[in-house]
């Protein structure tokens, strides 16, 4: 005799709503839910910070406070500061960005033959981004400072005391903030490049070469376009991280002088954590938010239509 | 406003007037409640007083303060708990945060609203946003339970102390701003007489900022390493200069209704002034910070500088070429309706203020009490490394305070302590002030004219006027305004 079922009405009222789900479905939610409360819950904060004035000095909690709309965004429009350290913030990622590559496609191109020293040469130049990012800034903010080195250096070659502030000079104090970027995060790119390097099809290169092409002319009709993908790649992440530059900002100049070297992250910094401008922030974030997106998308699909 | 300045002190006076006749007329109360109720609580045995009260609030339990603390200033705070430890048998122990983050703990602390101290000695300016914050507790009603009628008596500057009329601390600090000149150039006679020919007035100690202009480019040779200053051109420092420059000329920082008159004529003037005075500061003027500027100043090779108490406290150690070698000033003022107006400018200091999150807020204020007694403070202000100035009247006859600092420059910081214009306590302060300084420096580094600078900071503070509440904010203004030095208010427009 068979053992009578439970009730089929049991089943499907207990089990009804699993059941309905995909297998693979089932397994992956938990983590997407998890995932997405843990992107989303913030995300809709910032939103609601961003129509509100509010700051812990108000002495009222955040979901109390009194919204005002679109004031922040309207303020922020006619802020010269934040509008400023936008700019900066462009114009240091394109600096930085474009020398990295450059500097990193040279080194990726010295290392692409085997030779002696190359693995020892190879663990020195990514020593830089193994360094903690504040501890590299404050080496440059002593490189760069009155007394140090570099004008020591400077006062040996002109021969009489060379006494310049790198870091107190509207125009140059951007130029080691920008140096130390660039020291610490070329070999990240000069490891990219080179990957992508090593990994090109070699048969092409061959027909290439034995088909008479000179070296710059291989390099350009057939490396570099067949690199682009990953140089898209590397320039994405590289433009992101630098987009966020903080540390050597912080640590040589902290935006001065006369916000001169502010970028949007020390702007940023300032007015949620010095003055506590949490709605203004948020609101500034929002925009920020949207001009890097829109800018990565733009490199993005410039990478799929060379990929 | 002033309520808590005015009435609420007479309204003490009058609480503790009846106290003590209700202890005389009934000893074993008085036997019972201590040497408080002994002797009549004054300024004089305030320490007594507090401690006293502290115990009786103790008694029976074990507590223990925490003080969230500046870092540097250990040297005057201990010796004034170890006391407070052995008067009272409540331990104290300290957290210290660096002295440029100790506001935004505090601050902090009113989201987190952890208890992880019950005192904590902000810098003076920023007491009106962390009152704001809900983080400090209003002490009127501890301050009439337990403060003397004459305990603020020979405070020489208590304005700081007041948000809206209400008491949120006690100043521990007389950070008023000095100036300091190289005596030996001043007294050379060479000097004083090719000065005088050149300019048509002697070579002293300037009264007003035009002399002290005059005189830095007079002596600013850097080819012979002297230099006319080293007055600080770094962002965070350059504000105070330009503050003191303004007022000099008679004006408010804002209108009655809040309009910013910094860029008014005067404003734009002392801008220019400033700028101008830059090319005669040595080359550091621009990058160096305070400890900097000490060092700098001490090698003997500029004629001014400005500073405060601690400046003093270096400049008179052996680490200075300048021992002995200085003379002493108040902030030069200007020439306003044709007379000589002097504005000294109280810019900084540090006021303890107890935490609303703390579970013993009348333990707290009975420290604060006890530490800035005329006794206990007297103590604090005599560590020479610590940067506590003299505040109280009584601090400028102690024979210790009077080495450290030198008789002929404590003779011009009481008088400076006497007159010195309030600090902008005002809410987002920090903000009001953070544009002026981007701005400034902006002008002297020559990125912005001083017209655009000054513009541009005053439709900031439009902003963050607007954002911060325009009526409450007027009527702190209002009071901030009452409270500048009576012979200054008449004068400024």
Redesign the interface.
């Known amino acids: 005799m068979f053992e009578q079922p439970a009730s089929p009405s049991l089943v499907s009222r207990s089990w009804g709503f699993r059941l309905r789900l995909p297998f693979n479905v089932a397994l992956v939610l938990p983590a997407q839910l998890i995932i997405l409360a843990v992107a989303l819950a913030p995300a809709v904060i910032v939103v609601w910070l961003a129509l509100t004035d509010w700051q812990p000095t108000d002495a009222i909690p955040w979901y109390q406070a009194e919204t005002v709309w679109f004031w922040n965004f309207y303020d922020l429009w006619y802020d010269e500061r934040f509008v400023n350290a936008v700019l900066r913030t462009f114009f240091v990622v394109g600096v930085c960005v474009a020398v990295e590559l450059v500097l990193a496609l040279g080194l990726a191109l010295l290392f692409l033959e085997d030779w002696r020293w190359k693995k020892i040469a190879v663990s020195v130049i990514i020593l830089p981004m193994m360094i903690i990012p504040v501890d590299a800034a404050n080496a440059f903010f002593m490189l760069f400072n009155e007394h140090g080195p570099i004008n020591h250096l400077v006062s040996l070659a002109l021969g009489h005391p060379f006494e310049f502030s790198w870091l107190s000079h509207p125009t140059w104090a951007m130029v080691p903030i920008m140096l130390c970027e660039i020291w610490q995060w070329t070999p990240l790119m000069f490891l990219l490049v080179l990957t992508g390097l090593i990994a090109l099809p070699q048969n092409q290169i061959r027909a290439a070469v034995m088909l008479g092409a000179s070296p710059p002319r291989i390099f350009f009709k057939l490396v570099l376009p067949l690199l682009l993908p990953v140089l898209g790649v590397a320039v994405l992440i590289r433009c992101i991280e630098t987009f966020k530059i903080f540390d050597p900002v912080y640590m040589l100049t902290r935006g001065q002088p006369g916000g001169a070297t502010e970028t949007i992250s020390m702007y940023m910094y300032n007015g949620a954590f010095v003055y506590f401008r949490m709605g203004y922030i948020a609101a500034a974030a929002l925009i920020v938010l949207i001009l890097v997106v829109a800018t990565c998308l733009g490199l993005a699909k410039s990478v799929q239509q060379h990929g | 406003m002033e309520n808590r300045m005015r009435d609420g002190q007479s309204r003490r006076k009058f609480l503790l007037t009846g106290a003590a006749g209700l202890a005389a007329a009934s000893a074993p109360a008085a036997l019972l409640s201590g040497l408080a109720f002994a002797e009549p609580a004054t300024a004089a045995n305030a320490h007594v007083v507090a401690a006293e009260a502290a115990k009786k609030l103790a008694v029976g339990r074990s507590v223990k303060l925490t003080i969230l603390e500046p870092s540097g200033s250990l040297g005057n705070i201990k010796p004034v708990a170890d006391k407070w430890t052995a008067d009272t048998g409540i331990a104290v122990e300290f957290v210290e945060v660096p002295l440029g983050e100790i506001n935004?703990k505090v601050?902090?602390e009113?989201?987190s609203r952890s208890g992880s101290f019950d005192l904590a000695l902000p810098a003076t300016f920023g007491v009106p946003?962390?009152a704001?914050?809900?983080i400090l507790v209003n002490l009127d009603k501890y301050a009439e339970l337990h403060e003397p009628p004459d305990f603020q008596k020979d405070v020489l500057y208590t304005i700081g102390d007041y948000y809206k009329g209400s008491l949120y601390g006690y100043e521990t600090d007389g950070d008023t701003y000095l100036m300091f000149y190289n005596k030996p150039w001043l007294e050379n006679v060479d000097e004083q007489k090719a000065f005088a020919d050149k300019l048509g007035y002697p070579l002293k100690v300037p009264d007003t900022w035009e002399e002290l202009d005059a005189m830095m480019a007079f002596f600013h040779q850097p080819e012979k390493n002297m230099f006319g200053g080293t007055l600080f051109r770094?962002?965070y420092f350059i504000a105070w200069e330009w503050w003191g420059r303004f007022h000099a000329k008679g004006f408010y920082p804002l209108a009655d209704d809040l309009t910013p008159q910094i860029n008014n004529p005067a404003g734009v003037a002392a801008l220019e002034e400033l700028i101008a005075a830059s090319k005669h500061q040595y080359?550091?003027a621009?990058?160096n910070g305070l400890f900097e500027n000490f060092e700098a100043y001490g090698q003997g090779t500029a004629f001014a500088n400005i500073g405060w108490g601690g400046t003093q406290k270096y400049l008179n150690s052996e680490k200075s070429k300048l021992k002995g070698k200085l003379a002493f000033g108040l902030m030069p003022g200007g020439k306003a309706g044709g007379e000589l107006l002097r504005a000294p400018y109280f810019n900084w200091g540090w006021n303890y203020v107890v935490s609303s999150v703390s579970h013993e807020p009348e333990i707290g204020y009975l420290f604060s009490l006890y530490a800035t007694s005329p006794a206990m403070s007297t103590i604090a202000v005599r560590d020479v490394d610590g940067y506590f100035d003299p505040f109280r009247g009584v601090h400028y006859e102690d024979p210790q305070i009077r080495e450290v600092y030198t008789p002929e420059f404590l003779e011009v910081h009481k008088v400076s302590m006497q007159n010195s214009i309030p600090d902008f306590y005002m809410?987002?302060q920090?903000?009001y002030f953070?544009e002026l300084r981007?701005?400034?420096?902006?002008?002297?580094?020559?990125?912005?004219t001083a017209k655009q600078a000054l513009d541009?900071t005053a439709?900031?503070w439009e902003?963050i006027t607007r954002?911060v509440g325009a009526r409450s904010q007027k009527v702190q203004w209002a009071f901030l305004k009452s409270n500048y030095p009576e012979a200054i208010r008449g004068r400024l427009k």
């Open positions: 935004q601050l902090l009113a989201v946003d962390l704001e914050s809900g770094t962002q080359a550091g621009k990058s809410k987002g920090g903000e953070d981007v701005n400034l420096t902006a002008a002297d580094a020559g990125t912005k541009d439709h900031s902003r954002r």
